[in-house]
């Protein structure tokens, strides 16, 4: 067939599709390349990258003309931005799809592992910083000023909207030195979402508020993506993932070196310890020995684990050392496993015991009913009066079960108290034996200083230790006697309200405890609830062995419960009866009147029925709640069931429904209760809580509960934003909103399943409400720290690399930090003083006039060391930071002006200008920027206002009468002398109106605590007292007879000076001489500063006292360059060496009085010379 | 963020240059005084209003800024006890009885004559410099104030000294004292002074607000005050209760401050004085007579 023109299509149409395909093809070219240029990313690096050429053309144009170098230097920088002239082209549309030079910054981190759901692990990349570009990234010349400032308010022009803002705090956190620097750790560790895409939606971030999120939707077609495990923490929570790795917590509040990074965290963590939620809950920490998160657990055994076999509590108080915290605590070492690391934890609520002898039946179950009715700050939490015993079964059975349970515990208690009251027979006979030998060994004593066989030294050891034997004796007379009366009979002392009142404030009571009736102008800001309320605190004890109960529990809370938290004070009994009559004195009420109904036989008969069935066929448990249980069943029994062996009574029926409920609700996990010592806690446990799979969480009918009470509030206002957020939360089923209801409504997810045929009534939910603070909104913020502290706890910590696993002085930090609010050490002794932060006012400029002269006295060492360039920093800053104690006289005087006098307790620099510790700044009484109060010390403020109040003092004269504040006490005190003090606290200063109490520590909590002092001033734990050493000395011998001639005795000269009647002996006890006055003038007695002081500490302390304790009244006796005319040894150019000799005969103290003592000694025979060394 | 510091430079500059023409005015006036040949102001109701103010309203700052003073005038008066005069505990002597006994155990708390009832050492003090101090007054505040004790009782138990003056710590006893100058941040110094020691110097930082205390923390019973200002408008009450600021500004009110250790801040039983302050307005060349009383139950004391 001849070739023909025709083919097989039509030419011409196909021409037009192959011209409309072309076209096509073309705009899909145009748009694939469309999109890519406008990718989310790339749109974000070049308005980010036009921004930092304007901001680096700015600073150029800022240059001098001449500047030519700094010019070029910027110039370099805009290139390396813009790639230099011409090769802008490369980001140009198309080509820029091929080389780009926009690039997605990966940060690969292949051992920083994620999970994906059942698919196991992969490695993390992270692609965050392709839009967050700048996050890293430091002001020039600063190494951790933000370089992009967050924008505060629409009208600052300096700052910037995300994603063009620096992380906050460089330091910490992506700077390159940080400790969380972006390359080592990424960003979705911390802030989680899906690292890996560069798309606003599919990286999972999450919305904070309702509002945000509504905005997100608007703005960036936002939608929450269910199908990525792990989205973004929304702001609120993102403090949560610091647990995965800080494991102690506390150091993201109190940290030396960063301060408080994770505040919300720690309250969260502090509230659950603080409300004993681990009671429950148990927060095991550990898996296979290795820590995992943070561990919450109670001690492996309470006490009173031990003291209920009558056998140990006979061996306790016999043993003459016992019950130390120290036994106890080596008698459960003894019998814990070895492999288990054991809980440390203390029971939050009181014991039950003893609770026949301080109260009544009647309180008690009004107690357990309504605890908020008498003690409104209450930590017990509420177990009725809620919705899911709010039906008319619920409220008749529940005051059935408050009754039982009362019933029990009294029942236990008189038991327990008359096994008690038998063996503390026993402790009366060991104090008096202790006496008797006392007393023998003071004869023989006696006996050996008539018959004068003794000389020098010796005689004098031998009196002073028949000095010490003596007061012993007079204390373990007064003790017995006294032990016996408010044990075994009546307490015999009468005790004076109106020194009671007095002792009160002074003893030191409201560093835990609140009362309504103290002077509550003073101690406003001590608002302590380490321990209960005690305004209503006479209503409680109604009972007839209530006064003596209080008395011994002042004296020794020990006797009583050994593992509690109140210290003991060391009290004289007479101290401790005017306290009882004055507590006991006080009005006491009910906020409300609560009834607790009468017994309804019907209902209990009811709840023993119940109760029977889940171990035996109801046929017979009908039949035992008629007849009882024959005892031929006792061997098929449990202890509960026992309780109705024999004969059925209602006491019986009683003390078995009580028991019952108190298993069912747990009570032990708080309180101490006999028969429930080895009881494990009810709740679900919290370690891993923040990874559990919220498809396994029975939200039940909660949403709808929300819903209908939100109807019925209607038109009360909308609920507020973070209601809202929550609410949401639980409509998605989220673990947040779960947690948020459980905490606030802990029984409203029984919602609608009253009804018994859909729940039974013992399946009804028992998680009981909690109040953490009467203000509602503090409440709902306290609620946010916990649920974002359990949120935080996942049991998945990361490799071991990353894990913070402080050692040496920062693990001892921690601890101490610990120790220092488990015991409530914080309540009395302030640990860091306030900082106060204000602006610079030229016009206030008499502040920098500190006069120069008077630092003219100073020592070298007193100096400040700053370096130049924090001078020059603070010269060129318009603020100033200080940190100190406000003195001066009473607040009136000072009210005028609103200016306050502050004592630096640490150097600092305003405007430049160098301050030292013990000078006083005035505070500008306008520009304060900011005051931030100290930690700790609350109780000490307050006790300084009330004496300055009512004895007219200085604030100066008013602290050292105080608990003195603890900065710098590591420099201070040696810790093994630390140690020793806090497992037995002796008086230290004549002046302070209280005394250390002994808080019974055990030997690992002594030593953690005083090791932490030294760890948190940088200064070695043990300090080796070089100036005690006989090398040492030897040279300085012979420096100063070099000086001075070949004739002179170092330590003897030195001893001139502080034996002089004219300097040290005025106030302090010196070589056996007191000082005439008052005692409460007087100083510490010198024998203790060879244990107790560190040296270079005290060459600074005499040096100049001011300059370490700002509000001392200890005189300068040796100032530099003025050596005085009150002694004649060291020439006046050589105030150095003098101050240096007072301080090193300090140390040898014991040295130089033997060499006194021997060179008093008439001549004696050699002989005996050879034995009396 | 450059206007801002444009125009922070720009207050300054005018406020330094402001500076400069007071101080050159200042050095100006040295021979005859200027204010002599200033007007009174023109309107005599600002002057009025003042005395009215100085008469009903105490408490309130009655001088506005533009007013000057007109003259020189001087301020005299005597301080009285209302009430019953309390009989004070003697004080307990219980260290270096044998210097000490002589004199210390008078209780200076609230010392009152018995006569005119007058009460002594109490402060009166001008609360601010004024604009201008009086010729006769600018010279002789360099010198040197001994601060001595004897027996143990500092011997000027209220003291009164331009800030510009030197204390010369002093201890005239065989035994050693401390003196605690609690000044706070107007300078604070506790040197030990031993019997026979050489005096030390001490300076004030700057003015203190209101009287500070002086301690012995050896004889804890030994107390003093002292008052430092930047202005020679200071005295302290005599044994008769009286005292005698000359030279004073006149024609506008007097911003004045009463201070009694027993009470702190004065507040008068006639309500002239509120929290210690006192509001005068003197006339030129004329010396003012004005007295108050004290009533017993304003005053601390066991």
């Known amino acids: ?600 036989l019907e209902s209990l008969d009811d709840l023993v029925e119940m109760y029977l069935q889940k171990s035996v066929p109801l046929i017979d448990a009908r039949q035992y709640l008629t007849d009882g249980i024959p005892e031929s069943e006792k061997g098929m029994l449990r202890a509960d069931e026992q309780e109705l062996l024999g004969d059925p009574s209602v006491e019986k029926k009683l003390s078995y429904v009580g028991r019952k409920t108190l298993s069912r609700f747990g009570c032990f996990g708080c309180h101490d209760v006999p028969g429930y010592e080895t009881a494990k806690p009810i709740g679900t446990g919290l370690a891993d809580w923040g990874r559990k799979d919220p498809d396994l969480l029975a939200f039940e009918l909660v949403s709808k509960y929300i819903d209908d009470e939100m109807e019925t509030a209607e038109g009360e206002g909308d609920a507020n934003e973070d209601t809202e957020y929550y609410h949401d939360a639980i409509d998605h089923h989220k673990r947040q909103g779960f947690l948020w209801q459980k905490l606030h409504e802990p029984r409203s997810f029984d919602y609608e399943k009253l009804n018994l045929a859909i729940k039974p009534y013992d399946e009804r939910l028992r998680m009981p409400q909690f109040h953490f603070d009467s203000d509602e909104a503090e409440n709902d913020r306290k609620i946010e720290s916990v649920v974002t502290f359990v949120l935080g706890m996942t049991a998945d910590p990361p490799a071991e690399q990353f894990v913070y696993r402080p050692a040496g002085d920062s693990r001892n930090q921690i601890e101490g930090v610990k120790l220092l609010t488990r015991f409530n050490c914080v309540g009395c002794h302030m640990m860091e003083t306030p900082q106060f932060t204000f602006q610079f006012n030229p016009e206030f400029h008499e502040l920098t006039q500190v006069t120069v002269d008077q630092r003219a006295i100073d020592y070298a060492f007193h100096a400040t060391d700053f370096t130049a360039e924090q001078a020059r920093n603070s010269g060129n800053s318009d603020t100033a930071t200080v940190t100190g104690l406000v003195m001066g006289a009473d607040a009136e005087n000072l009210s005028e002006a609103e200016e306050r006098d502050v004592a630096l307790w640490q150097p600092a620099l305003i405007k430049g200008k160098r301050f030292r510790v013990g000078e006083q700044i005035l505070l500008p009484r306008d520009g304060m920027v900011s005051e931030r109060p100290g930690f700790g010390g609350d109780f000490a403020l307050g006790l300084v206002e009330s004496l300055v109040r009512s004895a007219g003092l200085e604030r100066a004269d008013a602290w050292p009468r105080v608990p003195p504040p603890l900065v710098r006490e590591g420099e201070k005190v040696q810790t093994s002398w630390l140690y020793q003090f806090l497992l037995n606290p002796k008086p230290i200063r004549p002046a302070v109106v209280l005394r250390m109490p002994d808080f019974n520590l055990n030997d690992r909590e002594a030593r953690s605590l005083a090791e932490y002092f030294a760890a948190n001033d940088g200064v070695p734990a043990y300090d080796t007292m070089v100036e005690t050493s006989d090398s040492y000395l030897a040279q300085r011998q012979s420096e100063h007879q070099g000086r001075l001639g070949p004739d002179r005795d170092y330590l003897s000269d030195a001893y001139k000076i502080l034996a002089n009647p004219q300097v040290c002996r005025q106030c302090h006890a010196v070589g056996g001489s007191s000082p005439a006055g008052e005692q409460k003038d007087h100083g510490p007695n010198l024998t203790s500063a060879p244990q107790r002081f560190r040296s270079d500490w005290l060459l600074r302390w005499l040096g100049r006292p001011k300059r370490v304790l700002p509000y001392t009244a200890m005189p300068e006796n040796f100032q530099n360059g003025n050596p005085g005319t009150h002694q004649k040894v060291f020439p006046a150019d050589q105030s150095l060496d003098q101050l240096r000799a007072v301080r090193d005969v300090m140390l040898n103290y014991h040295k130089i009085l033997e060499r006194q003592l021997t060179d008093l000694r008439p001549a004696v025979p050699t002989a005996s010379e050879g034995e009396g060394e | 963020m450059f206007s801002s510091s444009l125009k922070k430079m720009v207050v300054w500059t005018g406020m330094f240059s402001c500076l400069l023409w007071i101080v050159g005015c200042g050095g100006d006036s040295g021979g005859t005084p200027k204010y002599a040949t200033k007007k009174r102001p023109a309107s005599t109701e600002s002057q009025d209003s003042a005395t009215e103010n100085s008469s009903k309203d105490s408490g309130k700052k009655a001088a506005s800024a533009n007013q000057k003073a007109d003259g020189w005038g001087t301020l005299k008066g005597t301080i009285t006890l209302a009430g019953d005069i309390p009989t004070l505990p003697a004080v307990t002597i219980e260290k270096d009885v044998e210097v000490c006994k002589e004199h210390a155990s008078v209780n200076e708390t609230l010392l009152v004559n018995s006569g005119n009832r007058g009460i002594k050492n109490v402060f009166v003090y001008l609360g601010k410099k004024p604009d201008e101090v009086h010729p006769d007054l600018v010279e002789a505040s360099d010198a040197v104030v001994d601060f001595d004790q004897k027996n143990c009782v500092f011997l000027t138990h209220a003291l009164a000294m331009h800030v510009d003056q030197d204390l010369n710590l002093l201890n005239s006893d065989p035994v050693s004292h401390n003196t605690r100058i609690q000044g706070g941040s107007s300078g604070e110094a506790n040197p030990l002074l031993p019997a026979g020691a050489d005096p030390q110097k001490f300076k004030f930082n700057r003015k203190t607000r209101n009287p500070v205390p002086v301690s012995c923390n050896i004889h804890p019973w030994m107390k003093s005050y002292v008052l430092a200002q930047d202005h020679p408008y200071f005295a302290v009450t005599d044994e008769n209760g009286a005292f005698e600021i000359p030279n004073l500004p006149s024609g506008i009110a007097l911003d004045l401050r009463v201070w009694h250790e027993a009470s702190g801040l004065v507040d008068s039983a006639g309500g002239e004085v509120v929290k210690g302050k006192w509001s005068v307005t003197l006339e030129a060349d004329v010396t003012q007579e004005e007295s108050f009383d004290i009533d017993v139950s304003s005053l601390d004391v066991e």
């Not at chain 1, 012993?472 to 309200?497: I, N, P, T, Y």
């Open chain 1, 1 to 600: 067939m001849p070739a023909s023109e025709e083919t097989w299509r039509n030419q011409p149409k196909l021409n037009i599709v192959f011209a409309l395909s072309s076209l096509a093809m073309l705009g899909s070219l145009v748009w694939m390349v469309e999109v890519d240029h406008f990718r989310e990313w790339k749109q974000y690096a070049r308005m980010f990258k036009k921004e930092e050429v304007r901001r680096l053309q700015e600073r150029q144009g800022a240059l001098a003309e001449a500047d030519s170098q700094g010019r070029g230097q910027v110039q370099d920088a805009i290139d390396s931005v813009t790639l230099g002239r011409g090769r802008e082209v490369l980001n140009l549309p198309v080509l820029d799809a091929f080389n780009s030079p926009l690039k997605i910054d990966t940060i690969w981190l292949p051992d920083l592992k994620q999970s994906i759901g059942s698919f196991g692990e992969s490695a993390r990349f992270d692609r965050c910083a392709s839009c967050h570009i700048p996050i890293d990234r430091a002001a020039p010349g600063t190494a951790t000023e933000p370089g992009w400032p967050l924008q505060k308010t629409p009208e600052d022009q300096d700052g910037y909207i995300h994603p063009y803002v620096t992380h906050p705090r460089l330091e910490l956190f992506t700077g390159s030195t940080s400790p969380h620097s972006k390359q080592e750790f990424g960003c979705t560790i911390c802030h989680r979402g899906q690292g890996g895409d560069t798309d606003f939606i599919f990286t999972s971030h999450t919305p904070n508020t309702p509002r945000q999120a509504k905005e997100w939707e608007h703005r960036q077609g936002w939608f929450e993506n269910h199908y990525w495990d792990q989205p973004q923490w929304p702001k609120r929570f993102i403090q949560a993932s610091c647990v995965q790795c800080h494991h102690d917590v506390v150091e993201l509040k109190h940290n030396k070196q960063f301060g408080e990074s994770a505040p919300k965290l720690v309250e969260g963590y502090m509230l659950v310890r603080k409300f004993g939620c681990f009671g429950c809950h148990e927060i095991n920490g550990f898996e296979d020995g290795r820590s995992v998160g943070p561990d919450l657990r109670l001690e492996p055994a309470s006490s009173e684990t031990i003291a209920r076999s009558l056998v140990e509590v006979e061996r306790m108080i016999s043993d003459v050392a016992a019950p130390t915290p120290t036994g106890v605590a080596s008698l459960m070492e003894a019998t814990r496993d070895p492999n288990v690391v054991p809980g440390r934890l203390r029971k939050v609520g009181p014991s039950l015991a003893r609770i026949a002898e301080k109260t009544t039946e009647d309180w008690t179950s009004r107690w357990i009913k309504n605890p908020g009715a008498f003690r409104p700050q209450t930590r017990m939490p509420h177990f009725y009066g809620l919705y899911n015993n709010g039906d008319d079964l619920g409220q008749a059975r529940g005051d059935v079960e408050i009754r039982a349970m009362t019933h029990y515990l009294f029942r236990e208690s008189r038991a327990h108290l008359g096994r008690l009251d038998q063996a503390h027979g026993h402790e009366g006979a060991a104090l008096q034996n202790q006496a008797g030998e006392v007393r023998s060994q003071l004869d023989a004593i006696k006996a050996e200083l008539l018959s004068e066989t003794l000389e020098g030294s010796d005689r004098i050891q031998k009196i002073t230790e028949k000095e010490t034997l003596v007061s012993q004796l007079a204390l373990l007379e007064q003790e017995s006697a006294f032990r016996k009366q408010a044990l075994l009979g009546e307490v015999s002392l009468a005790g004076d309200a109106l020194r009671g009142a007095e002792l009160f404030v002074q003893k030191g009571c409201l560093a835990c405890h609140q009362h309504g009736a103290v002077d509550q102008e003073s101690f406003d800001g001590a608002k302590a609830d380490f321990g209960p309320d005690l305004t209503n605190f006479s209503a409680k004890l109604k009972s007839e062995t209530a006064r003596n109960w209080l008395v011994q529990w002042l004296s020794n809370p020990r006797v009583h419960h050994p593992r509690g938290y109140m210290p003991d004070l060391q009290l004289v009994p007479q101290e401790a009866a005017d306290l009882a009559a004055w507590l006991l004195d006080q009005p006491g009420k009910w906020h409300e009147e609560v009834e607790v109904e009468e017994l309804d």
